[in-house]
């Protein structure tokens, strides 16, 4: 008998295939960031995992803190089963003993998948987001064509959206002195880049609004508290969604991936692995990218996909062709003392 392909399998035979041993289990505890975010995996992953396997499916939402998650596995008091963290957080997690390794070999095949979904044992690239510059279109005659704009405050005055962290902005920074995106990485890491990068922040400083949830850039924009903002561009899409006018601008951003792990110690550790090997199937990801403007990881999916939501996705070629994948290894290996010297720049 031939053997189909995990890939070519409904959601529905999925789950069936996956309900055998997970009766047993009383719930899954599946953690994600919230807002609109955690809409859309309700819909396309959440509810119908639920209604396929029989497993009850709790979810809760975090900021990213991997202390949380820390705590738990040094206690060894494992609470939480799946958890979606920041692609930054990946290597760090994994090195540190505080996520499981995982054995997705039955039901992932690398090749069904974009490359940078299936880098870590430890992680599953759970979706593609992007740090974009927005606007509201209702309040800008002109609108802006990237960085140097967001930096032009003659020509557009008032406040501007940042998210409070040297994340993303150090990279924005550059682009708007002049550095082409090919070579931000590489202006960052040689002497004298980050100074260049923290020069220019500072003209751009009195004129700064900052925001740490990223449900506020979109409400910044859509009172007209701020006339630009960086923001994620699933935000932007969820505001977009209730009839609020804001528009993306595509050149310039920065990409990168969420991951779906397990935390070390998880009672649940293979229920687990059926959960992200459901979340990440091309139908389920085709419910999610319609729900959200984040981009599928399974190729796949992409090919369900209509033209409209396609153009609103980080992964679309028009909207990826001058955009740049935030370098895990450079704030792996420089987060910690950027984001201290960010914090003490705010400061001043």
């Given at each position: ?25 009383a ?19 959440v ?6 396997t ?21 206690a ?14 990946l ?37 593609v ?14 609108a ?39 070579d ?48 994620f ?13 804001l ?37 389920t ?13 399974n ?50």
């Amino acid at each position: 008998m031939k053997r189909l392909s995990p890939a070519l399998l409904s959601p529905l035979a999925l789950g069936m295939l996956f309900s055998v041993g997970a009766a047993s289990a009383a719930e899954l505890t599946v953690v994600n960031f919230g807002g609109a975010n955690a809409n859309a995996q309700k819909v396309a992953y959440v509810e119908p995992f639920q209604k396929s396997t029989g497993t009850k499916v709790v979810t809760a939402e975090f900021n990213g803190e991997l202390a949380k998650v820390k705590a738990m596995v040094e206690a060894k008091k494992v609470s939480w089963d799946v958890v979606e963290i920041d692609g930054g957080d990946l290597n760090r997690a994994c090195d540190d003993g505080l996520i499981e390794k995982l054995d997705l070999s039955k039901t992932i095949k690398k090749d069904d998948y974009i490359p940078e979904a299936t880098v870590s044992e430890c992680g599953m690239g759970a979706f593609v987001w992007s740090t974009v510059l927005a606007y509201n279109a209702d309040k800008l005659k002109t609108a802006p064509t990237g960085w140097a704009d967001f930096w032009d405050v003659k020509k557009y005055p008032g406040k501007r959206g940042m998210k409070k962290s040297a994340q993303f902005n150090l990279e924005f920074a550059l682009m708007a002195d002049g550095v082409p995106t090919k070579d931000v990485y590489k202006v960052l890491s040689e002497k004298g880049g980050v100074d260049r990068a923290f020069k220019k922040l500072d003209q751009l400083k009195p004129y700064i609004q900052w925001w740490d949830a990223g449900a506020l850039p979109a409400q910044f924009l859509a009172s007209g508290d701020v006339v630009m903002a960086n923001a994620f561009n699933g935000r932007i899409d969820a505001a977009q969604r209730e009839g609020k006018n804001l528009k993306v601008v595509w050149a310039g951003s920065v990409y990168t991936l969420d991951y779906w792990v397990i935390p070390k110690g998880s009672p649940n550790k293979a229920l687990g692995e059926k959960f992200i090997s459901y979340a990440s199937q091309p139908e389920t990801q085709k419910t999610y990218a319609n729900n959200i403007a984040y981009g599928p990881v399974n190729k796949g999916a992409l090919k369900l996909l209509d033209a409209k939501t396609l153009g609103n996705l980080p992964t679309s070629t028009a909207n990826a062709k001058d955009s740049i994948q935030l370098s895990l290894q450079f704030w792996t290996d420089h987060g910690e003392e950027l984001e201290q010297r960010f914090s003490a720049w705010v400061a001043k």
